[in-house]
Structures are given as C-alpha cells and as structure tokens.
Nanobody
Framework: EVRLTESGGGSVQSGGSLKLSCLVS????????MAWFRQYPGKEREGIVA????????RYPTSREGRFIISADHAANSIYLQLNDLKPEDTSMYLC????????????????????????WGQGTQVTVSS
C-alpha cells in the first residue's frame, strides 16, 4: 500500500520560512508525478507546484511568485517544499499528492493542478503564519 506522509508544518511569523517533507512509503518516489496542494477551510484544494520525478523537472503555475520551491531526494523516498517569505494568507493545510508509478506530470499546468489526476494523497501538514 502506498502512503504519503507530510511533515514540517508549524507556526511562523510573517517573512519566515518552512521546509515541508513528503515521505513515500510502500513504493518509490521516482517515476511518477508528485505535487503539493493546499486547502483553505471550506475551499477546494489548489495546486502549488509539481515535480515529474521521472527526470525531476518541476511544474510551476504561470503565476509563480518564486517563494515556493519543490525538490526531491529519491534516496530518502521524499519530496520537499521550501516555503520562503511566508505571508498570513499562506496559512493553510498543505498536502502531498502522487500519481501511480510510471505516470509523469502533464506539461499543462491546468492538468497538473487537477486533483482528479492524482491517485494518492497524504493527510496534510498545517502551516500557520502570523503577522
């Protein structure tokens, strides 16, 4: 059984940084599409960034601000999300998602950010940013 476990969330002040981790267990982290989403209370999940772990190329939205950076360490079976210059509006639950192994990321961000494109989800880690 494939499981995704996020960690690294917490409470920080505005302008601070956090590094989130997503550990893949029961399978490998490579050769699939993996992504970070966030979900505000009562809202739909929204895609932040993805990584095609077939070749470790990132997929960012066209509106990318540059504050969030995705990376992977397949020796650790993990992907990461570096959150920099955090703002109160970044307060949210952050979730990791993955496709079945052998299926990489689409090139189009609209499809990459579609929650129905993913087969596995973690429980999430909470990030709270105070002003």
């Amino acid at each position: 059984e494939v499981r995704l476990t996020e960690s690294g969330g917490g409470s920080v002040q505005s302008g601070g940084s956090l590094k989130l981790s997503c550990l893949v267990s029961g399978s490998r982290s490579n050769k699939r599409c993996m992504a970070w989403f966030r979900q505000y209370p009562g809202k739909e999940r929204e895609g932040i960034v993805a990584i095609d772990t077939t070749d470790d190329t990132a997929r960012y939205p066209t509106s990318r601000e540059g504050r969030f950076i995705i990376s992977a360490d397949h020796a650790a079976n993990s992907i990461y999300l570096q959150l920099n210059d955090l703002k109160p509006e970044d307060t949210s639950m952050y979730l990791c998602a993955a496709t079945y192994i052998g299926r990489g990321c689409a090139r189009d961000w609209y499809q990459v950010s579609d929650v129905s494109d993913y087969d596995y989800w973690g429980q999430g880690t909470q990030v709270t940013v105070s002003s």
